[in-house]
């Protein structure tokens, strides 16, 4: 069964600081990984990472793929109170219409 | 350009009453549709979707049903809400192997 974990759970920062947020899975044939942000409605779409180690960039955000490790990550930087949101990691299933399986995701705080 | 609509923002029903969720997308044709329901764990677990005009898939055994009666419309129903039907329920599309899009979801309280 597919899985992915996201770490951690909650992070609580100040403004301006930098975050890392983690996502690790285990899936059969893997084709690619997304990146969601949900403030208080719909996820949005942020990042979708197929290849190892290039980093997709957007403004302060950015993401990175590691096939090998099984894992991605995604960082911003400069964090503002705009930030605060739940960061939601997914994979896409082998062999599906592109159905997602998702991580509990990240709570992240930013505190003026 | 593509946008999706979901109804009602929110809604508190009684147990044992139905219920019908609505969601349709502008701008696109043949979408995939799904459904999501998001518990207070905050994953997002897929529920159902669909690959056109009346083909639904089931993710999970439970007390609802989807519909889709036309190519951009997407219905999500229970005969006999139970307690643990309440959550915040998502809708999104894609086409092919882009990215899905998500509705504003509906927030759904059984009392």
């Known amino acids: 069964e597919d899985k992915v974990v996201q770490s951690p759970l909650s992070l609580v920062v100040h403004e301006g600081d930098t975050v890392t947020l983690n996502c690790s899975y285990e899936?059969?044939?893997?084709?690619?990984l997304l990146w969601y942000k949900q403030e208080k409605k719909a996820p949005t779409f942020l990042f979708m990472l197929?290849?190892?180690?290039i980093e997709k960039k957007s403004g302060r955000l950015s993401s990175i793929l590691d096939k090998k490790e099984l894992f991605s990550i995604l960082n911003i930087t400069a964090t503002q109170t705009g930030d605060s949101a739940i960061y939601l990691c997914?994979?896409?299933?082998?062999?599906?219409?592109?159905?997602?399986?998702f991580g509990k995701g990240t709570l992240l705080t930013v505190n003026p | 350009s593509q946008t999706i609509h979901q109804w009602p923002a929110t809604l508190v029903q009684p147990v044992g009453s139905p219920l019908s969720l609505e969601c349709t997308v502008e701008?696109?044709?043949?979408?995939?549709l799904y459904w999501y329901r998001q518990a207070a764990g905050r994953g997002l677990q897929l529920l159902f979707y669909?690959?056109?005009?009346?083909?639904i898939s089931s993710e999970v055994p439970q007390n609802l049903s989807a519909s889709r009666p036309q190519d951009r419309q997407f219905i999500l129903s229970s005969k006999k809400l139970l307690l643990s039907d309440s959550g915040f329920y998502l809708c999104?599309?894609?086409?092919?192997?882009?990215?899905?899009?998500f509705g504003d979801g509906t927030r759904l309280s059984i009392l």
């Open positions: 899936v059969t044939n893997f084709r690619s």
């Open positions: 669909s690959v056109g005009i009346g083909q």
């Open positions: 997914a994979v896409v299933r082998p062999g599906s219409n592109y159905k997602l399986t």
């Open positions: 999104a599309w894609n086409d092919g192997n882009q990215p899905q899009h």
């Open positions: 701008g696109t044709s043949n979408p995939n």
């Open positions: 197929t290849s190892s180690g």
